[in-house]
Structure formats: structure tokens, C-alpha cells
């Protein structure tokens, strides 16, 4: 029986697996592309150590080294990705928990504790509160949102 959600953690994975080659050779450098390559790095391993010698898998590989991936390659080892996944479930929870975590850091997203969450970017709280503590830059607002400027014509 297909997993809900999978060809979508599937795709993702691929990308990120095309992204992280085609960084290799340009490491990032600071706190926020560090922790990006890491996630790239665990997702490439855990990919490589359960998929393995997967043909569509090395082709995407090869080809995003080379600078173009082909729609058709980045199908096959995405449909490669998912089968494997649909067949080892403990494979599908940390390749999508690999996918969140990489989705979240780039939102700005990092969890800290138990339920915490730091935010790199703009919070907005509709209900509930939002405590604020440790270094704070740009505006703070409370109360109601200030109006947004209309967008301009021309």
C-alpha cells in the first residue's frame, strides 16, 4: 500500500541530493550554510547506505556533477527513492524526518527543546502569545499588525 506523502518526500530528497553535489565544490561558509551542508550530508548518506548502487540514483548524481539534471533522470530516482521507501519503512521515517528538518532550517525554523522554536525570520502570531528573549534585531510590533503599504502600479 503507497505511504501518503511519499513521492513528495521522494522529490524533495532528490533535489536536495543534486543540490548537495552541486556545492561541493563551493562549502558555505557561516553557521546557517553549515548546518544546511550537514543536513545534505546525512541525507546523501542515508540515501547512498539504503538505496546503494541504484542506476537512476547514480545518474542523478552524475548529472547534477556535470550541471544538468534531465526530467526523466530526476523521475527515476525519485520513483527509485519512494519503491525503496515503500519497502523499508524505518528508511521512509528518517528520510522524511532528514526532509523536514532541511525544510525547516530553510524557512528559519530550528527546534530548540522540548516544543521550542527559534525563528531566523519574520514571526506572526495569530493566537497565543510569542515570548521574545536573547538577541533581538529590526522591529518589534504589538497589537494589531501594522497596515501594509498597498503595492504600487507602474
Given at each position: 500500500?503507497?505511504?501518503?506523502?511519499?513521492?513528495?518526500?521522494?522529490?524533495?530528497?532528490?533535489?536536495?541530493?543534486?543540490?548537495?553535489?552541486?556545492?561541493?565544490?563551493?562549502?558555505?561558509?557561516?553557521?546557517?550554510?553549515?548546518?544546511?551542508?550537514?543536513?545534505?550530508?546525512?541525507?546523501?548518506?542515508?540515501?547512498?547506505?539504503?538505496?546503494?548502487?541504484?542506476?537512476?540514483?547514480?545518474?542523478?548524481?552524475?548529472?547534477?556533477?556535470?550541471?544538468?539534471v534531465t526530467e526523466r533522470t530526476?523521475?527515476?530516482?525519485?520513483?527509485?527513492?519512494?519503491?525503496?521507501?515503500?519497502?523499508?519503512?524505518?528508511?521512509?521515517?528518517?528520510?522524511?524526518?532528514?526532509?523536514?528538518?532541511?525544510?525547516?532550517?530553510?524557512?528559519?525554523?530550528?527546534?530548540?527543546?522540548?516544543?521550542?522554536?527559534?525563528?531566523?525570520?519574520?514571526?506572526?502570531?495569530?493566537?497565543?502569545?510569542?515570548?521574545?528573549?536573547?538577541?533581538?534585531?529590526?522591529?518589534?510590533?504589538?497589537?494589531?499588525?501594522?497596515?501594509?503599504?498597498?503595492?504600487?502600479?507602474?
Amino acid at each position: 500500500m503507497p505511504i501518503p506523502g511519499l513521492e513528495l518526500v521522494a522529490g524533495a530528497a532528490v533535489g536536495y541530493l543534486v543540490r548537495k553535489v552541486r556545492r561541493v565544490g563551493s562549502r558555505a561558509d557561516g553557521e546557517v550554510d553549515r548546518v544546511l551542508d550537514e543536513g545534505m550530508d546525512a541525507l546523501h548518506d542515508l540515501v547512498s547506505g539504503v538505496v546503494g548502487d541504484d542506476p537512476a540514483v547514480n545518474r542523478l548524481l552524475e548529472q547534477a556533477g556535470d550541471g544538468e539534471v534531465t526530467e526523466r533522470t530526476t523521475r527515476r530516482a525519485t520513483d527509485a527513492i519512494a519503491d525503496t521507501a515503500e519497502e523499508h519503512p524505518d528508511f521512509a521515517d528518517e528520510l522524511a524526518g532528514l526532509v523536514d528538518r532541511l525544510q525547516r532550517h530553510e524557512a528559519g525554523l530550528v527546534q530548540h527543546g522540548d516544543g521550542g522554536v527559534a525563528a531566523g525570520r519574520d514571526v506572526r502570531a495569530e493566537t497565543g502569545g510569542v515570548v521574545v528573549g536573547g538577541d533581538v534585531s529590526g522591529g518589534v510590533t504589538t497589537g494589531p499588525h501594522p497596515p501594509q503599504p498597498e503595492p504600487r502600479e507602474g
